[in-house]
């Protein structure tokens, strides 16, 4: 009989969502030393709560975090809410012993994120960000191919995440599903929503980042904000762009971007080393694409692998050669292989100092942009 | 509180899987009238069907499906056992009284499928085929697109099932998990397994097929069968191609085969009108190919969209724009339609009668191959 | 100093163009033992033949193809004029000593074909017909991988050619410019015109073609000709579609039509052996797709293999890796194989003979349509 | 009767090859006020020279360019040799009084395009850079949607030019066909020659660029030199990466680098407006991807435009829709550009002003990596 884990979430939005089908699917596709229970969901809003409980089968409904996180019967502590509230419930569940995953970024700067890892670290609890796009198999195998060596010595590093979804005028910036627009609960914009994707991924496919030379803009200067009803000036980063050079001596750009149109969520990497290349896309997340030099001259070209094969990360876990699995995945995997790891008594990739680095590198960026000059990312 | 709804699943294979699956993630992602559980699994061998009851969530456990059946607490039996168990136990079932779902193909041929049409139809119970496809947004799309007129008249439907996991001559021919490449078990090679979701989808999008010519091919032409460890002839047809003309007057090309080199499940489909034509591809399957002829001369082409909006077919369900689902999605979509059905005292397509007409379809083309000349679909 | 070899040229229209290009360019580009002289262009239109003579520098301008043929000074004569016309000035041609090489299809039928090559090879002269698409660079690389035996035993070849050009009903079936849209000038409709592409290079890659089914269609069933300027019933085949089997026991579909809303050109064609398949599409004739199952299974995929490599068929004499070539190429490398072959003694591929062969093919084919059963390809 | 234009042609190289084609074929595929004549070609080798002129159709040959250049029966002058030969050359044509096309970039930098713009518009000749991907067909559609305005206001720009051919160490930097590798004729390494070509096409598209901050690298640190036979430090960039801002506020990414394994000459180029957005692929060059907004909401997706119909940019002096142009296409359209201008007593565009523009861009971009700080573009 597997051992009970009782997850207790806080929040209900779209990540809430991806979290709760994450614990309550791992367990029939995966071998799991603990079998998560869905115990109690906390938000603000009792009935919406309830409904959301209702759906997934939450035991119980809570409506005051530090409820939840002093809670004896809650075992980790999921925190889905805005990222304004990420730093104050991490650090109380820490210090209350529970084990603590938390949505990405970590904090909404480098600041709050040490606080965050220095709490997890001081209580000895498991701990881990929900980089998700870490577990996508196609990026999963790529981790692999890097690792094994075959592509080199590498020169360059390229990584894009595009959406178009902001570009209309009428559109508030905060308020109801929106507080990824407002600066005071998000910290940024772009930056740590979507450029923060591609720069776990490089760090962890690549190495650390030693400098960047960055540029930010806001294309609408002005919105209306729901909660205020007030048209007023924007602060977020509508698109975050950079140049960097990785420890390794490697070039790379970055950018993210929500004015780009024509793109709904294209995060898009590119590697190139001396002997192999690499490309994935997140709009076609199921192939990766490879380019091997020590392929026969006459037959070199880019492969696109269809990453639905046995022996394909992750992928024998479900169905059969040629049948697609998609965004939701990633999470599942993600639990997975916390869990996994909890029963090797490890914490999974990325725990939140990992993720930390993340949040220097991503405050070097907002430094560089405003300052107009390269900035080193803070090494620690 | 909604209505519970007691699932008898028979069968623990892959399809047992992917059903199981369904029946317990379709509430979380629609608003359904009843609630499945998944009550009882029943299959022959107990150990395993314990094992997948564990992983599952099944109550009991059954060994003999004729107590399924005849169980008071059943409310619907879900038959995903090999095609050659379909019949007994549709009938068995409609006759006790419960709603019956059935993997496809209905029957190996349509003699055995009007046998269970004229059961469930003379029991009254609600009945529907997985042809699973159907549910694919891409695919329901097309769907809309064609029943709104707009590609207007059609001049070709073409559409290919291909794989190749049979190439090798080492592979036996029947037993444990190769019951497909069994004719006794089967009823036919690639034609009920593969042509048949293409015959499915083509008569569904276009209407009915008057006539069609055939040809089908062994390559392999004995293998070692595992039941009885004998090397003996291959009866099953590895590939099967059709030219078909339908009631419409459009041309058709159908081919399913176990033996194209580089492809694991490529469904492809085409189909051509006077003003629009659309193609879609199972292993990218969540996009979509339209050509519209009404769009502007000089930007005419090929859109390739991808079907991740909340207006795209089911996708308002799932997550945000860019974000992709997959194969398993198909019959959550199809347990999501059942229910909502049912719920309006309706049975959802395909019923057992319209998955007849694909088995006429099936057996004219393999009357044509083996008698070599054109052949008319039985019409009804 | 080079040999000069004056070339008479019947027909000034799209395929005057590109045969008149192809033997201007091909001394540029490939070192050959004869340098081809634009002598004399024949046409019946004086005016337009004058410019036509002018824009290619065309020395001389001829009315009356008798003469053209009967000239001393022209030693190879080039056919480029509607098929109608193929038979009398091959044959002619041929008696007159003279090289000829023809437009396809050869004849109108195999009726035609087989009295033009019973006159080239009683007058012993070079002689082949243009089937362009065999000299596609990646085209002429599927033929080496194939003879290399790198697909090993072949299961299935498909091919299609799709375009949609005549689908309007106000479009004339035939007059200046239209004369494929006539069946008594063109022989047949899409068969003789876009089949017998499919056709020969099918038979080129992968040997004879032992029986066919066939079904054709014409959509519209009576269009004005313009030469009359009377609305009369349509006698062309608007689409054929084919089944066939290759001596070599490998199964075939094989579909060309002009009612495929989307596609201008769109010829494909795959083939799938035991180890490997390659795809090709006319509308990007510069890559090939090839998968290969001895890659290491953890990265198979579709190759896609830019064919603008120095070692690529024909590449070395064009440009640099990376920068493709395109339509009228082709041409030029026909031109350059038929110059080399002639300084060795002997005919390019395909020659009157090989090109024959197709015509029993597209005759068997319009049979198996109009009888509607299978009928054997004469086999000579 | 066309008036004849005669052209001296300094450089027989890849370029050379280049515009004696386009030179030659301009003619048979356009209607032009000018008749080129491939006059005189001038090399230094005399040999080679005279081969070079047999085989494309030069009268004469000459070895020293001051003797072309002052030559009465020159009208054009034609270079296509080494960067380090453009400025003299070109300043000698003018002051002849000849008309003066030049393989791009115009300078080694920006200085030494001011001289060679001085001198063309002191003798007020006509004068043109072989900025030849303006002229790829799909990129000419761009920039007409551009100007019409479908685009809307601009938000980003993304170029990149790919190549990976000196990535082996055993190549050297300089020496016979390896010019471009030697810093001293090239004037810098794939700033000049390849992320020229994406500033060309930015600005022309976009307009002027406002300020940039880039970053190089020489990956390779020595190589051997052919001409001297010394291993010794390599001073041209191996990569250019830059981020600008356009003055149109439009923000944007440009790269170019011969180390992106897989690549062979990829330049691609996007950009992304509020109603509609454009990719263009220069290994598919005859494809424009469009992205409309203002497309029906359930039907939005990426446009697949095969540039081949008559209605597209300079389509209807080729073949039939659906047949493919290739690269060298492209200096045949820059020919029949510049006759025509010159008909109607203009230059074509870009002229040596606009080309010196893009030199003040790639010097911004120099001098920024090499301080590390962003630089203002020079505003003339």
């Known amino acids: 009989m597997k051992k009970k884990l009782n997850v207790g979430m806080v929040g209900y939005g779209f990540m809430g969502r991806t979290h709760s089908n994450a614990f309550g699917k791992a367990g029939n596709f995966f071998e799991l030393p603990f079998q998560p229970v869905l115990k109690t969901i906390c ?20 409506t005051d975090w530090r ?32 084990m603590v995953m938390c949505e990405k970024p970590l904090g909404r700067n480098a ?16 701990n881990m960000v929900w980089y998700n796009y870490r577990r996508v198999p196609a990026v999963m195998l790529a981790k692999q191919l890097i690792d094994e060596g075959r592509l080199g010595r590498i020169f360059h590093y390229r990584a894009k995440f595009l959406q178009d979804w902001t570009i209309s005028t009428d ?21 740590g929503d979507l450029l923060a994707h591609t720069i776990d991924t490089a760090m962890w496919l690549n190495g650390g980042i030693d400098e960047v030379s960055a540029m930010t803009e806001t294309f609408i200067k002005s919105r209306k904000h729901n909660l205020t009803g007030e048209v007023a000036p924007v602060t ?7 140049l960097a ?43 990766l694409e490879y380019f091997d030099h020590k392929d026969e001259g006459l037959l070199r070209g880019w492969k696109s692998i269809h990453i639905t094969d046995r022996e394909h990360p992750y992928m024998s876990h479900w169905w059969v050669p040629g049948l697609q699995i998609g965004y939701e995945h990633t999470f599942v995997h993600q639990v997975a292989d916390f869990l996994t790891a909890l029963g090797e008594g490890k914490s999974a990739s990325p725990n939140f100092r990992e993720a930390m680095a993340t949040d220097d590198v991503t405050d070097a960026v907002l430094e560089s942009a405003a300052k107009k000059q390269w900035v080193k990312v803070r090494a620690r």
Not at 47 to 60: D, H, L, M, T
Not at 78 to 94: F, K, Q, R, Y
Not at 173 to 187: I, K
Request: no cysteine; hydrophobic share 45%; aromatic share 6%.
């Open 43 to 62: 938000a603000r809003n009792l009935e919406r709560a309830q409904a959301f409980a209702s759906n997934w089968g939450y035991e119980k409904v809570e």
């Open 67 to 98: 409820k939840l996180v002093e809670s004896p019967e809650i075992d980790l502590v999921d925190i889905a809410s805005p990222n304004d509230t990420h730093l104050e419930i991490a650090v109380a569940a820490a210090r209350a012993g529970k």
């Open 111 to 126: 600041a709050e994120s040490e606080q965050m890892v220095a709490a997890v670290e001081a209580a000895g609890v498991a």
């Open 171 to 191: 559109l508030p910036q905060g308020g109801e599903g929106l507080w990824r627009l407002d600066r005071s609960v998000a910290g940024s914009g772009v930056t």
């Open 236 to 242: 977020i980063d509508d698109a975050s762009l950079a």
């Open 245 to 287: 050079r990785f420890r390794n001596g490697s070039l790379a750009t970055f950018e993210a971007t929500r004015y780009a149109r024509g793109h709904k969520a294209l995060y898009t990497l590119e590697i190139n080393g001396e002997n192999a290349s690499i490309m994935w896309d997140l709009h076609d997340l199921h192939r």
